[in-house]
């Protein structure tokens, strides 16, 4: 499907060359980077992110599931990249397309094992996920046993990387739990490479925890948000710049009278005359019905403009009293100035969500970095 016109969504990778020039700027030289492209490089553009952090020389791109990695291959892309949260049936494709696979669960490792073994299939570099405090995906310390019975004597599963994920690097006052989680996951490593007599390239870290954890950056960090601009830290964000600007069109300008009801189910009522415009965007497009009855604001130049009402599929009402907004005016959802951590945080969510959550019928428009 074409995206449509009415709404786009601007990427600016100069930009993303500003944020990761600066997130490398907080790394030693030879410290690895991997960028995170998941989910349509939260909610942007996949193809186009990773060849700009290719070009900008990113060591590694990582996704979530085994689909999005080939899409990148297909698309040319070369460096390395780990699929987080391959699935059994993935095996294949992830030798055939030369991705990395994280190894979350025994049950994964001996699955992919016990198949390579017998098949005539190339080896599979893995990074070994070692679940140390989030309880999302990983091994827990009390199976690492199992985990090095089941890679030694064989040669089709090749450990790469050892790996972990922090729970909660954003929150300063809960950075002794970061750090407990950093000695956790270096025991489990020393216990690793004891056991086999090999020493292995290590990543924790992510975007926040490049800035509240730096001295834990090991042989590579992750970084997803930062990229976009938004580091989870007030103090880092200064730092960082926008890169992605949402702006929708204005389709109608009218007037309603004192008493009259604006939207599905009465979902604002005019407490005087009014003059609203409906915005070419809905939840359909990915503006969260907790948007409406004046959670949020779209902005005009600098003017502020109330959202009224409930949210629909494909539009929103706004009121536009005293300004000179015409129809086929532009209104922006968030910008550099009004980011998207601000209009998520008035819905109580993050900006994660908001970004990703940009539909396929909204229009990429790039600024390249060679412009």
């Known amino acids: ?67 999005e990695a080939i899409a990148l291959r297909d698309a040319g892309i070369n460096i390395p990249i780990l699929v987080f949260h391959p699935q059994k049936e993935d095996l294949e494709n992830l030798v055939n397309y030369d991705l990395e696979a994280a190894i979350y669960s025994l049950e994964q490792l001996k699955s992919y094992r016990d198949y390579l073994i017998k098949s005539d299939k190339a ?26 019975a089941l890679l030694q004597n064989q040669n089709k599963l090749r450990l790469k990387w050892l790996m972990s994920h922090l729970a909660a690097s954003d929150d300063l006052a809960q950075l002794s739990f970061s750090e407990d ?4 996951f270096e025991e489990v490593c020393h216990s690793i490479e004891t056991e086999l007599n090999q020493a292995f390239k290590k990543h924790l870290l992510n975007s926040s925890g490049i800035f509240s954890l730096t001295h834990k950056q090991y042989d590579m960090v992750r970084s997803g948000i930062a990229l976009h ?35 599905y189910n009465f979902g604002f009522q005019a407490g005087n005359d009014m003059t609203l ?21 779209v902005f ?11 949210i629909c599929m494909d539009m929103f009402m706004v009121d536009v009293s005293n300004t000179q907004i015409k129809a ?11 980011n998207a951590d601000l209009s998520a945080k008035s819905i109580g969510t993050i900006s994660y969500e908001l970004l990703c959550a940009i539909s396929s019928r909204v229009e990429r428009e790039f600024i390249l970095l060679e412009n």
Not at 277 to 297: E, L, P, S
Not at 300 to 310: K, S
């Open 181 to 184: 989680q950093a000695a956790a």
């Open 123 to 148: 080896h599979l570099s893995i990074h070994l996920n070692i679940n140390t405090g989030l309880n999302r995906l990983g091994i827990k310390k009390e199976d690492i046993s199992k985990v090095i």
């Open 229 to 263: 601009g938004y580091s989870n830290l007030e103090h880092i964000d200064p730092h960082l710049k926008v890169v992605a600007h949402l702006k929708a069109k204005v389709t109608q300008v009218f007037n309603i009278s004192k008493g009259e009801y604006v939207g």
């Open 1 to 67: 499907m074409k995206p449509m016109s009415q709404a786009k969504l601007q990427i600016d990778f100069k930009v993303l060359a500003h944020n990761f020039s600066y997130l490398k700027s907080q790394l030693r030289s030879s410290t690895k980077f991997m960028a995170i492209v998941k989910a349509n490089a939260y909610g942007s553009d996949a193809v186009m992110w990773s060849q700009t952090l290719e070009a900008l020389g990113a060591d590694y791109l990582a996704v979530a599931y085994c689909q």
């Open 277 to 297: 415009a409906t915005v070419a965007m809905g939840h359909a497009d990915g503006i969260d019905r907790k948007f409406g009855q004046k959670q949020n604001q």
């Open 300 to 310: 005009f130049e600098d003017t502020a403009l109330p959202i009224l009402g409930n």
């Open 328 to 338: 086929g005016d532009w209104v922006s959802i968030f910008d550099a100035q009004h």
